[in-house]
C-alpha cells in the first residue's frame, strides 16, 4: 500500500470517530475541560487582535476561513460579533439577544461587520458540521447560513487558492492538525494551508499542542475526557475499555496534576450504570512511550498527535519557506493558558508585521530571498 492509500484509509476511519463522539466532544471539550477552554480562549482572543489588526490598521475587508472547524466555534462567535439584531426577524432577534446576555465578548460590534464579509470552513465529519449549524440557528442565526456563514463538506488537504478580495486569513485550530492523520496528514496540512492564501498574499494560521507538553496536560486531559476518545492506552485495567461501555470520570483533572489514579463511573450503551467508582491507574512504562512520542492512543479508533516544537519548526522551514513565517510558543505570548500549544503563522506578505514586533516576535529565518 502507498502512503497516499494509507492516508485515505486513515481518513476514513477518523471520520467515523469524529462522526461518533461529535455531541460529546461538544459538551466535554469544547464548553468542557477547563483547560481546553483556556487554550480556546487564548486562541480566540489572539485571533480577534490579527483580525482587528488587519481590519483597522490594514484597512482590509476580510474573510476567514476555517479548516477542521469542527462543531464551529469560531463561526458562532464571530456570526454574533458581525450582525445586529436589527437585521434578523423578532424570533431571531430574540434568540441572539438571549445568547448575547449570556455571553458579553459576542456583543455586536459595527466595525467587525463592515469588515468581516464572510467565515467559511471546512470538516470532513457530517455530524460536526451537522451540529455547528443547529447551533447557528439555536441563536437566532440561521438565515445567516450558506452566505455570509457557511460550511464545506471536504478534506482540510484539498484546500483551493483563495480570491485576494476579501483578504483572506485561513485558520486550523485547537490541535486540529494533531488529529489530521498523522505527520503525513499534518504536512498535507502545512501545504494546503499555504496552497490556500499565497496567491491572494493572505495568512495562514495553524495552532496545536506541543509533545512538550504531555506530561504536563495530555495526560491529565485526556484522563478526564475519556467518555469522549475512549480510555487512554496508559490506564489500567482495560476491563470497561470497550465500545460496549462508557466511562465518565467523575472530575476534570487539571493540567500538571500528578494524581495516578482516575475514577470513573462505567455506564452501558444505553446509559445504566453498570459501576460506580472504578479506579484507574497509570501504567508507567506506557506513560513514559506517551510522553516521548506524543502519540495519543486509547483502546478506541481515537488516535492524536501532540508534535515537539522542533518538528513544527522544521514544518515550516520545509513548507512555508517565506520570509514573514513565525513560530510562536503560546507561552511567550500567555503564560497561563498559551502553555502547551504552539503557532505557526504564514503572513505571505508582510501585512502582520507590526503587529508581530508588538508582540516581540521575530520572522523564521527560513533561507527566503
Ligand atoms: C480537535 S477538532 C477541532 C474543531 C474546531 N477547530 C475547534 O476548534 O473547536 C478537529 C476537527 O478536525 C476534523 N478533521 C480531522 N481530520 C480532518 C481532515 N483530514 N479533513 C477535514 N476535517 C478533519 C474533525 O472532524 C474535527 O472536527
Known amino acids: 500500500m502507498c502512503l497516499t492509500d494509507i492516508l485515505q484509509d486513515t481518513c476514513a476511519r477518523d471520520q467515523r470517530v469524529w462522526d461518533a463522539c461529535a455531541s460529546v466532544y461538544e459538551d466535554r471539550i469544547v464548553g468542557g475541560h477547563p483547560d481546553v477552554t483556556a487554550y480556546e480562549g487564548f486562541e480566540e482572543d489572539l485571533l480577534d487582535r490579527v483580525l482587528l489588526y488587519l481590519a483597522r490598521e490594514r484597512k482590509k475587508r476580510l474573510c476567514l476561513y476555517d479548516v477542521g472547524c469542527g462543531s464551529g466555534r469560531l463561526h458562532l462567535r464571530y456570526a454574533m460579533k458581525t450582525t445586529s439584531v436589527a437585521q434578523l426577524k423578532p424570533a431571531d432577534a430574540q434568540l441572539l439577544e438571549r445568547a448575547r446576555r449570556k455571553n458579553p465578548a459576542f ?79 499534518a504536512t498535507k496540512l502545512f501545504k494546503a494551508m499555504r496552497r490556500a492564501v499565497e496567491s491572494a ?43 460496549h461501555y462508557v466511562q465518565v470520570p467523575r472530575a476534570y483533572k487539571r493540567a500538571h496534576s500528578t494524581d495516578e489514579c482516575v475514577v470513573v463511573d462505567v455506564r452501558d450503551t444505553d446509559g445504566n450504570i453498570v459501576k460506580e467508582g472504578h479506579v484507574l491507574t497509570r501504567d508507567n512504562d506506557a506513560v513514559r512511550e506517551t510522553v516521548a512520542t506524543g502519540h495519543i ?44 500549544m504552539q503557532m505557526a503563522i504564514l503572513d505571505t506578505n508582510g501585512e502582520l508585521k507590526g503587529l508581530m514586533q508588538r508582540w516581540g516576535c521575530m520572522p523564521e529565518r527560513n533561507g527566503a530571498t
Not at 464572510?118 to 452566505?147: C, I, P, W, Y
Not at 475526557?225 to 470497561?240: A, E, F, H, N
Open 107 to 185: 456583543a455586536y460590534d459595527p466595525l467587525w461587520a463592515e469588515q468581516l464579509v464572510s467565515v467559511g470552513g471546512v470538516d470532513f465529519s457530517t455530524q460536526m458540521l451537522e451540529l455547528a449549524r443547529a447551533k447557528l440557528r439555536k441563536n437566532g442565526l440561521g438565515s445567516l447560513l450558506d452566505h455570509k456563514i457557511f460550511f464545506d463538506h471536504g478534506s482540510a488537504f484539498d484546500l483551493q487558492p483563495m480570491e485576494g478580495e476579501p483578504f483572506p486569513v485561513a485558520i486550523s485550530v485547537c490541535n486540529s492538525i494533531g488529529v489530521m492523520q498523522g505527520p503525513e496528514g
Open 201 to 243: 498574499g493572505g495568512i495562514a494560521i495553524i495552532s496545536g499542542y506541543r509533545r512538550e507538553a504531555v506530561a504536563t496536560f495530555a495526560l491529565c486531559n485526556y484522563e478526564s475526557t475519556m467518555d469522549v476518545s475512549g480510555q487512554p492506552r496508559w490506564l489500567i485495567p482495560d476491563k470497561y475499555a470497550t465500545s
Open 297 to 340: 492512543r486509547t483502546h478506541t479508533a481515537y488516535t492524536s498527535h501532540w508534535y515537539a516544537f522542533d518538528v513544527f519548526e522544521e514544518w515550516i522551514a520545509k513548507h512555508w519557506p517565506s520570509s514573514n513565517a513565525y513560530h510562536i510558543a503560546g507561552k511567550d505570548l500567555d503564560a497561563l493558558r498559551g502553555e502547551p
